[in-house]
């Protein structure tokens, strides 16, 4: 078997992806960080606009990881990224027990923000609450 595999599903389906491993936030982020030589987790927070002090927690194993706001996974991979380092998206939401989003597809979006501004009130309402219901759902299994 490969270090190195593909994985369909990731927002970069046919590049190759680091192989998954049991990796909880605090040794994802210990590991990607001593592939960034020069990098620190103070350089992590201020790049990817989190707080230290939260960082530090994650990475201390004092606070916990199952409610990160996705976008804040999303945007450690994009510096990390940016620093040469290799990692996904997949690698985050796993690393704290989260179902992978899907990517993100502008065309969806686009065509879901159009059903939505075409409901009355009351139908966009139940749609919300059904969508963090789902969300919520997505979250358990």
Known sequence: ???HQSRPGDPDTGQEQPSPRDEDLAA???RLLAQAPDRTQKD???EAGISYPTL???VNRTRGTSRIDPEKLRAMVEVFRR???RTTPREFFEA???PVPGPNGDEREA???KLYRQLPEA???ALLKDAEAMLQVSRIV
């Open 56 to 58: 530090n927690a994650w």
């Open 111 to 113: 065509r879901l923000l």
């Open 28 to 30: 994802l982020l210990e």
């Open 83 to 85: 620093w040469g380092v």
């Open 96 to 98: 704290v027990g989260r």
């Open 1 to 3: 078997m490969t270090n």
């Open 44 to 46: 992590l927070a201020a």
């Open 123 to 125: 139908r966009q309402r």
